[in-house]
Structures are given as structure tokens and as C-alpha cells.
């Protein structure tokens, strides 16, 4: 219920937030550097380790109810969601890094300026790739795909029966 709520305030929240962002930190645009911050960027940072501790709190309910539950449940659910929380990690903390430091000390590694950017880029796809590995999607579409191909294979024939006698 929590959630629900919580979701219809999410898009909205995230526009102001956006919108404060730009205000205070005082983006400019500058020929040859692109967009620069004026000041430091306080909202984003502050937003960002926001939702990371709150995936961190929701994962640490998550286990706390899990060890109520059954052994094989207990396994089970935290299989799931440990790769999810690996995902969060890798891809986040990167990132997090990058924001929250000057540009004087990661300015000058503008390799870990790109793979930051890119493991922040990459967090939806491999969000879709842990769930369409532990939901079996693609050992479904596999399946199926075996046998479209199997039924075009086969002659377009079909089973006839007249009496006691078969075709």
C-alpha cells in the first residue's frame, strides 16, 4: 500500500527535485566545456544516497523477514534478491563517486568519468537481465522458439480416424 502511494508522488517528486537542482547548483551552458555546475550538487548526492539507503533498508527487511520463513523459502528469496543488490552496488556506487567528489581529483581520470556513466546507463539492462534469468523468460522463449521450428518440420498432415481403422 506503502508503494502505491509512494508511486504516484515519485514522477512528480523527481520533477521538482530536478527542477531545485538546476536552481541551486546554477547550471550554465559554456561553449567547448558544455553544461557547468556553479556550485556543488548537493540535491543530486543527497537524493542519490537517499535511494540507496533506502534499497538497502528495503533489502534489509526483506531478510528479516526472510529468516522467519522456512530454509528453503529463506534460500530462495535471498537468491533473488542478492543480484539485484549487486546490481544496485555496481552500478550506483560508480556513479556516486563521480558526483560526489570535486572535479579536481576525478577531472583528471576521464576513464572513470566514462565507466561510471556507463555502468549508470547499464543499471536498467542488467535489472531486465537478472530478471529474465531467474524468471526462466529465456528458457520459455527457447522453448517456444524449438518448437515453432519442430511444427515446421513436421508434414501439415493430421491424425485421421474412420471406425476401428486409422490414416
Known amino acids: 500500500k506503502v508503494l502505491r502511494k509512494g508511486l504516484v508522488i515519485a514522477w512528480p517528486l523527481g ?3 530536478a527542477l531545485a537542482d538546476l536552481v541551486v547548483v546554477g547550471v550554465n551552458w559554456k561553449f567547448g566545456q558544455g553544461c ?3 556550485g556543488r550538487d548537493v540535491i ?16 534489509t527487511c526483506s531478510l ?8 528453503v523459502v529463506r534460500h530462495r528469496i535471498w537468491h ?15 556513479n556516486l563517486v ?26 536498467g539492462l542488467a535489472n531486465t537481465l537478472v530478471y529474465a534469468v531467474q ?23 493430421f491424425h485421421v480416424a474412420m471406425g476401428p481403422t486409422d490414416v
Open 15 to 17: 520533477a521538482l527535485m
Open 36 to 38: 557547468v555546475s556553479q
Open 44 to 59: 543530486s548526492v543527497g537524493s542519490a544516497a537517499f535511494c540507496v539507503v533506502v534499497a538497502l533498508a528495503a533489502y
Open 64 to 71: 528479516v523477514q526472510a529468516c522467519r520463513a522456512t530454509r
Open 80 to 94: 533473488q534478491t542478492q543480484y539485484y543488490l549487486l546490481v544496485m552496488i555496481v552500478c550506483l556506487s560508480p
Open 98 to 123: 563521480r558526483i560526489s567528489t570535486s572535479m579536481h581529483s576525478m577531472g583528471r581520470c576521464p576513464m572513470f568519468h566514462l565507466i561510471s556513466l556507463s555502468l549508470f546507463n547499464f543499471r
Open 135 to 157: 524468471s526462466h523468460y529465456i528458457r520459455k522463449v527457447r522453448g517456444r522458439q524449438g518448437q515453432q521450428a519442430e511444427a515446421t518440420k513436421r508434414s501439415f498432415s
